[in-house]
């Protein structure tokens, strides 16, 4: 084969990229721009406008006129992030799916890259993912301007096959970073609308049990942190832990010490929220499944502290007639 022939052959599967947003008027060209810029050529670019109020609706169109490989799919209603993306699955043509968010930079071969990982491969992976570069918080969390973080975090040990259990230990995966064959796709299903939050998460535990997947540690994304961002609103990540840990429980039931760390994370969410009680049970549950773990008893007993100190202040307050 000669080498013109090469790019053609290697760009002969079109990959799917997905993009849901709302109200991203001031960065979703940036997104945008970063798909359509990249090396690999053969891809159509998914926007699903979540019922935006701004104009987003109105850049997006502006840019179709311009490029073919734009579609754009604006919902009637807002039904959040996971329902978005599962709109553009539906629509998805392609033969590998990829993930963006309207915020964030891809790097220029992202998509080179990992469609080549996947055709080197053959069959043997069923999804490849790289690491990400995030602006705005830093490993310890604290959120500003000149925060820079990586992800998955270097003190994790990540390696290529089969993530299930590391999955359940706390998410690998960002979807920006992902590119995945359309057949695994279809064998999980959509995302999880019920979740407000960590939807991404529970979609990749469930990607984790049916494929072998491949990690390459060199980032493929920019992510920058917005000022809403819901990744930092504890509890709507309260709610999204509960309903994760009933909906894999037997999952998380083979590893203890897996399970009674997820639930003290609960139990802490919940905490902070004010909402002691409910963090109690969720550090007693915690210890019951690992009892050996030190930190559910001390959350578990500091969660009944608070839960006490509320009564009473609760119960001091004078009543109004």
């Given amino acids: 084969m000669s080498e013109?022939?090469?790019?053609?052959?290697f760009e002969d599967e079109l990959v799917?990229?997905?993009i849901p947003t709302y109200n991203r008027a001031h960065c979703i060209e940036r997104a945008m721009r970063s798909v359509l810029a990249q090396t690999y050529k053969n891809l159509e670019l998914i926007i699903v406008d979540d019922c935006s109020t701004d104009n987003t609706g109105e850049i997006v169109r502006r840019w179709q006129q311009d490029d073919a490989r734009i579609v754009y799919v604006p919902q009637e209603h807002n039904q959040g992030a996971s329902a978005a993306r599962n709109a553009g699955l539906e629509k998805a043509q392609g033969s590998l799916i990829a993930f963006q968010d309207s915020d964030d930079e891809w790097l220029l071969d992202k998509l080179e890259r990992q469609v080549r990982e996947l055709k080197n491969s053959g069959t043997e992976y069923g999804a490849t993912f790289g690491s990400k570069l995030i602006y705005g918080h830093d490993l310890n969390y604290r959120y500003g301007d000149g925060h820079v973080a990586i992800a998955p975090e270097t003190h994790r040990t990540v390696v290529?096959?089969?993530l299930s259990k590391d999955m359940l230990d706390g998410n690998l995966i960002s979807p920006q970073t992902l590119l995945i064959r359309r057949n695994e796709a279809q064998k999980i299903g959509f995302f999880d609308v019920r979740l407000p939050c960590n939807n991404d998460w529970e979609y990749m535990i469930r990607l984790s049990q049916v494929t072998s997947i491949l990690f390459t540690p060199e980032p493929v994304v920019v992510a920058y942190i917005q000022s809403d961002s819901i990744h930092r609103k504890l509890r709507s990540k309260a709610i999204s832990f509960l309903v994760i840990l009933k909906k894999h429980k037997k999952s998380f039931?083979?590893?203890?010490s897996i399970y009674a760390a997820r639930l003290f994370s609960a139990g802490r969410y919940l905490h902070k929220c004010g909402k002691y009680k409910a963090a109690s049970i969720c550090m007693r549950r915690a210890i019951l499944a690992h009892p050996k773990a030190p930190?559910?008893?001390v959350g578990y007993l500091q969660s009944m502290v608070f839960s006490v100190l509320h009564r009473s202040r609760t119960s001091a307050e004078p009543v109004e007639k």
């Fill in 4 to 9: 013109n022939h090469q790019p053609k052959a």
């Fill in 16 to 18: 799917s990229v997905i």
């Fill in 160 to 162: 290529s096959g089969d």
């Fill in 253 to 256: 039931e083979r590893y203890p």
């Fill in 295 to 297: 930190k559910p008893v």
